[in-house]
Nanobody
Framework: QVQLVESGGGLVQAGGSLRLSCAAS????????MGWFRQAPGKEREFVAA????????YYEDSVKGRFTISRDNAKNTVYLQMNSLKTEDTAVYYC????????????????WGQGTQVTVSS
């Protein structure tokens, strides 16, 4: 079992920055992959970014490339999402997720999910 706790969400003006954190606890795996997804009201959950825990392979959704950066600190079992140049359309609940099998990381078929953290970008 893996527990995930997100933090760092909040209200920010367009053009601003936020850094989300996701702390993993419980049973962890060297091959686990971590992803960030988001869900806006009335919309489906969508992929944002993913990173493999040991290999450092990274994926981004096209609309966040160049603005968001996913990173990890294995010593702290924590994954981060640095979000810069935020836009109003980035407003959503952001979820951290963990996946045991490193395949199709852009699909929301993950094994464990956090509770989500709200990010609101005002104009």
């Amino acid at each position: 079992q893996v527990q995930l706790v997100e933090s760092g969400g909040g209200l920010v003006q367009a053009g601003g920055s936020l850094r989300l954190s996701c702390a993993a606890s419980g049973r962890t795996f060297s091959s686990i992959a971590m992803g960030w997804f988001r869900q806006a009201p009335g919309k489906e959950r969508e992929f944002v970014a993913a990173i493999t825990w040991s290999g450092g392979t990274i994926y981004y959704e096209d609309s966040v490339k160049g603005r968001f950066t996913i990173s990890r600190d294995n010593a702290k079992n924590t994954v981060y999402l640095q979000m810069n140049s935020l836009k109003t359309e980035d407003t959503a609940v952001y979820y951290c997720a963990a996946k045991l099998e490193i395949v199709r990381l852009w699909v929301p078929e993950y094994d464990y999910w956090g509770q989500g953290t709200q990010v609101t970008v005002s104009s």
